[in-house]
Each structure stands twice: as structure tokens, then as C-alpha cells.
Nanobody, 125 residues
């Protein structure tokens, strides 16, 4: 069964940190692309970070570069998003997504057909 389950969301203060985890089913863990997106109220879903399995390369949106880190744990079959120096603009529902093959437009949500249910991240004082 193909499944992605996010956890770790919650409330954080500006400047604080949160760590999101996505548990990936066996079938999906061999996907070339494991990616985090987010969607704020009234906005479109946007790319946050991607892990490209064959090369172990990572990619980030400019808005999170230097603050967020994506990583993959083969033993636990998880992909993690460490979020530091959080800002109010980071408030959104965060989604984990997978794609079997890498697409050059990895930042576009239209190329992903496997999604988790999302986890809420709220950054507020």
C-alpha cells in the first residue's frame, strides 16, 4: 500500500524550530523524489524542499534556503524536514509527496500523485 504520513507539526514562536517527519511506505520509499510542499490559507500549494534519491541531492525554495533542511533516513523509512528560525510566513499545512521518477519541474505539485494528509505548522508569538 502506498502511504505517506506526516507528523511533527504544531505551534512555534518566531525564531523557533520544528521538525516534521514523513513516514513513507515500503512501496514509495524507493521513489526518486521525496518532497515537502506547503499550503497557506487562500494560497496555492508551494514547493518547500526535495530529496533526489539517486544522487542524494537536495533542493530548496529560496524562501527557506539556509533555514530548512530535508533529510532521508533509510532505516526508519522517513523523510524529515528540520525547520529553524521560523517566520510567520512559514505558517501553512505541510504535505509530503512522492514521485517514482525525477522530473525537472520537481517544484510543481502537478507532477505528484502520492500525497500525505498534511500537518499544520503555525508560527506565532
Amino acid at each position: 500500500q502506498a502511504q505517506l504520513v506526516e507528523s511533527g507539526g504544531g505551534l512555534a514562536q518566531p525564531g523557533g524550530s520544528l521538525r516534521l517527519s514523513c513516514a513513507v511506505s515500503e512501496r514509495l520509499f524507493s521513489s526518486d523524489a521525496l518532497v515537502w510542499f506547503r499550503q497557506a490559507p487562500g494560497k496555492e500549494r508551494e514547493f518547500v524542499a526535495a530529496f533526489r534519491r539517486p544522487t542524494r541531492a537536495t533542493y530548496y525554495a529560496d524562501s527557506v534556503k539556509g533555514r530548512f533542511t530535508i533529510s532521508r533516513d533509510n532505516a526508519k523509512k522517513t523523510v524529515t524536514l528540520q525547520m529553524n528560525n521560523l517566520k510567520s510566513d512559514d505558517t501553512a499545512v505541510y504535505f509530503c509527496a512522492a514521485r517514482g521518477t525525477w522530473n525537472v519541474a520537481y517544484w510543481s505539485p502537478i507532477h505528484y500523485n502520492q500525497w500525505g494528509q498534511g500537518t499544520q505548522v503555525t508560527v506565532s508569538s
